[in-house]
């Protein structure tokens, strides 16, 4: 007893003479309430969540190009057996949020904590930590600590950052780093301009209610496309020589262009016109445990049945899928 209470005085004196802290990360608003769940699992002791087998869950979903970046990570790490995963409705049902349907082909219950909804998982988790609710938005992913009984983190972001780092102890691919420190600068620097450019313009046109916002749209996401073409012409991927969390960002919109933005008045060009992009598309998904985490029904049905789309598909018409090969050869290998 002597010998442990040692011990962790003595790593918690480490702590602080490093200036850390192991106070959570995620707060109480003002109001009582809280907002977002923004804490980390650290390997170096510094907070309250430390990497291990089998404690961690991931709520996510195959329709969420975020989530999927980390279901991605989790992958090509090969974590699949050290943390878990629940992949919820592809629907989102307005008003009430993602719903576990293990009805469903591909869906799950909530393993964890027998939820109907994952909002009840946040407020759960809210009330463990003495506030009196979750006032933020509910979100895919969500890492959810089953040790501590509450969620971690609903950032992909970060997420996918601790997967990359704090579980080499227990990971298949401890050689894989796809946020190596040399690169970070640029790495971050080419997340931004993604996700402005191309993330997140692929759902304005769709929405767009005037020509004049359509047409700014239009025009901001193929220039980014552009953009990306121009450098993936040169190089395989998009940040050094090797594969970092800027190229999965990008391809999380690539794999669902096709299928879903095009239709949805991104309709200039497909990504499979480009005589970079589309190769570069069937790289990434060829590469590894990758092309495991795409699961198309889901993407397909989860935008076109969606509310958020009732005014461009009001009669909920799902697409069929545009007959593309993934696993076709890429000749990226000496670019």
Known sequence: MMIALIFYFSRLLKIIWKGQSMVSKT????????????????????????????????????????????????????????????IVDYVNVKGKGWRFSPEKDGCDADSVNGC??????????????????FSGVVCLPTLYDKKLGRVVSQESGDILRMFNSEFNDFCVNKDVDINPPALQAEIEETEAWIKESIASMVYTPGRAESQEVYDAAVEKLFGGFDKA???????????????????????????????????????????????????????????????????????????????VLKLLNPNGIVPSLPELNYEEAHHRENI
């Not at 087998?53 to 996510?60: E, F």
């Not at 946040?122 to 009196?132: D, I, M, N, R, T």
Request: net charge neutral.
């Open 27 to 86: 707060v109480i608003e003002e109001d009582g309430t809280i907002k977002s769940f923004k804490d980390w699992i650290k390997a170096d002791g510094s907070t309250e969540f430390q990497p291990e087998k089998g404690r961690y869950l991931v709520y996510g979903g195959h329709v969420c190009p975020y989530s999927h970046s980390v279901t991605f990570t989790r992958a090509l790490k090969g974590l699949e057996d050290v943390i878990g995963l629940d």
């Open 116 to 133: 109907e909804y994952l909002r009840e998982v946040y407020e759960a988790s809210a009330a463990k930590l003495g506030a009196s609710g």
């Open 229 to 307: 073409e121009s450098i993936l012409s040169k190089k395989r991927y998009l940040v050094g020589d090797q594969l970092t969390v800027a190229d999965i960002r990008l391809f999380a919109v690539l794999i669902r262009f096709d299928p879903v933005y095009f239709i949805m008045r991104c309709c200039r060009k497909r990504v499979s016109d480009y005589a970079a992009l589309w190769p570069y598309t069937r790289d990434i998904y060829q590469t590894g445990n990758v092309r495991s985490t795409v699961v198309f029904e889901h993407i397909v049905r989860g935008y076109f049945l969606s509310h």
